[in-house]
T-cell receptor, first 112, second 113 residues
Framework: EPEVTQTPSHQVTQMGQEVILRCVPISNHLYFYWYRQILGQKVEFLVSFYNNEISEKSEIFDDQFSVERPDGSNFTLKIRSTKLEDSAMYFC??????????FGDGTRLSIL | QQQVKQSPQSLIVQKGGISIINCAYENTAFDYFPWYQQFPGKGPALLIAIRPDVSEKKEGRFTISFNKSAKQFSLHIMDSQPGDSATYFCAATSPNTGNQFYFGTGTSLTVIP
């Protein structure tokens, strides 16, 4: 069964540094999402992306965040200047329109 | 604003028992209600989902009950097994919200042998 893959599985970064989280969505999916899950808390929506542009974004997704689909397979989340509170699991998801979202296993981001 | 409220926060059930997790939503535009199962170190995995045109959906030991007038839906796990021990999230979405999922706060289920 096709799956969403995310790399790296764990990223450790100094506060203030830039970080890029990578995702390879399921190949025939056109809708892409990033979610965040702070340890022990619920999954929170960050952003959705379709047709090379952001469809929706939450208040969490401020100017420090950006997303990109640099080629036909990858979908990236960039945090420009990381803060301690950015430490969380970041999940990528993809879907066809109106269909369930399929999640990757996440990248654990640790900000020191 | 918490779009989806989930309870209980944690649940302990004997093997063979019934696990019941409840969710309530605010936005009447929501038209798709999935349940996700999450094991430690893994991403959420779709378990079962329902649309508001039916009041119940059953897949194996898992059943969603949906009450549109009360804006509530629940997950029932029959004959609960230790392998069902995980965190369960309800969610809701609609085309009006860009298909983003609004997740509940999660229920940690422990099934004891």
């Amino acid at each position: 069964e096709p799956e969403v893959t995310q790399t790296p599985s764990h990223q450790v970064t100094q506060m203030g540094q830039e970080v890029i989280l990578r995702c390879v969505p399921i190949s025939n999916h056109l809708y892409f999402y990033w979610y965040r899950q702070i340890l022990g808390q619920k999954v929170e929506f960050l952003v959705s992306f379709y047709n090379n542009e952001i469809s929706e974004k939450s208040e969490i997704f401020d100017d420090q965040f950006s997303v990109e689909r640099p080629d036909g397979s990858n979908f990236t989340l960039k945090i420009r200047s990381t803060k301690l509170e950015d430490s969380a699991m970041y999940f990528c998801a993809s879907s066809e329109w109106g269909q369930p979202q399929h999640f990757g296993d996440g990248t654990r981001l640790s900000i020191l | 604003q918490q779009q989806v409220k989930q309870s209980p926060q944690s649940l302990i059930v004997q093997k063979g028992g019934i696990s019941i997790i409840n969710c309530a939503y605010e936005n009447t535009a929501f038209d798709y209600f999935p349940w996700y199962q999450q094991f430690p170190g893994k991403g959420p995995a779709l378990l079962i989902a329902i649309r508001p045109d039916v009041s119940e959906k059953k897949e194996g030991r898992f059943t969603i009950s949906f009450n549109k007038s009360a804006k509530q839906f629940s997950l029932h796990i029959m004959d609960s097994q230790p392998g069902d021990s995980a965190t369960y999230f309800c969610a809701a979405t609609s085309p009006n919200t860009g298909n983003q999922f609004y997740f509940g706060t999660g229920t940690s289920l422990t099934v004891i042998p």
